[in-house]
C-alpha cells in the first residue's frame, strides 16, 4: 500500500492568519494512519510502515488520521531509536509507552479544518498514548505576530525551547500536497545587511577576524516577517555578528562592502537581532 501524499506545510511569509489556529510545532516523525497501518510519509525513501505492539495499535479509531509520534522529550533521536525499528524489535519494546500520537487532522478529510478538528474533539478516543494536538485560535484584536510571539513564549515557560509554530487555515480543506492551508512559522529568522567594518580577533582568533559590523534599515516587513514590531520600520540599526564563521571565513580580508546574510532568534526594543550568525554571502 502506498501514502504517496499527504498535506505538507509551506513557510510563513507574513501572510493575515488572523481567525487561523496556532499549534507547538514537535519534532517526531510525521505519521499517517491509514487502514489499520501507521505510516511514516518517506519523503527520501519511500512510505515506510512503522511497526507499533498491538496494545498501541489498539488504541487508535477505525477512521484515519494524520498526526506525529513523538516523545515528550522533543527529541527526534529518542523518537526514532524507538519508532523506526523493524518489526522483530519494535513489538517488544516496552519504550512504545513513552510515545505518544499527536493528532493534527484527519487524513485526506474532505471536511474544512475546523469541521474537521470538532468532529476529532467528539470521536477522538483519546488515551496516554493518543491525543489531539492543543491549538489556540489567532484573534482579530492584534496583529497575528504578536499573538505568535506570545504564544511561544508561553509554550517556552512551560515546556522549554520550542521549534516553532504550525498555522492552519480553519476554512482550508486537506490537500495532498504542500498547501497555503497549513504554514510554519519558526522563531529563526533570516535576513541581509551590508558589512561596514571587520574587527580584529581576540584569543583564539587573534590574528584574524573576529566579528563583522553590519548595517541595515528595518522595511515594512519587519512586524510580519522578521520578528521585530511595526514602530521599527526606517529604523537603521549597525550591530555586530561574531559567530557562524569557519576558519576559512574568517581568514578573509574582503568583507567590508560585502552584503551578507545571517539568521537570527527575535529582535530586541532596540530593533537589534539577537544572537546572530553568519549564514553566507548574499546573492
Known sequence: MAIVH????????GEDVRG?????????????WKKGKL????RYSGEKEIYAPKWFIDQLPDFDLDGELWHPSD???????ICGQGMEKSLIDERWHEIQYMVFNEFNSERMWEQSRSRLQLLLPESDNLKLLEQELIGYELPAMEQMGDYLK?????YGEVEGLMLANPNGYYELKRSKNLLKYKSVYDMEGNVVEQTAGEGKHEGRMGALRVKFTW????SSVYGGSAKMVNRTIIFSIGGGFSDEDRERTDWVGKRIRFEYYGVTENGVPVSANYVGDAC
Request: aromatic letters at 14%; proline letters at 0%; glycine letters at 4%.
Open 75 to 81: 527529541c527526534l533521536a529518542t523518537t526514532k531509536s
Open 219 to 222: 522595511d515594512e516587513k519587519v
Open 154 to 158: 508561553y509554550l517556552r515557560r512551560n
Open 20 to 32: 487561523w489556529y496556532m499549534s507547538r510545532k514537535l519534532n517526531g516523525f510525521r505519521c499517517i
Open 6 to 13: 499527504a498535506m505538507l506545510a509551506h513557510h510563513y511569509n
Open 39 to 42: 505510516w511514516t510519509l518517506g
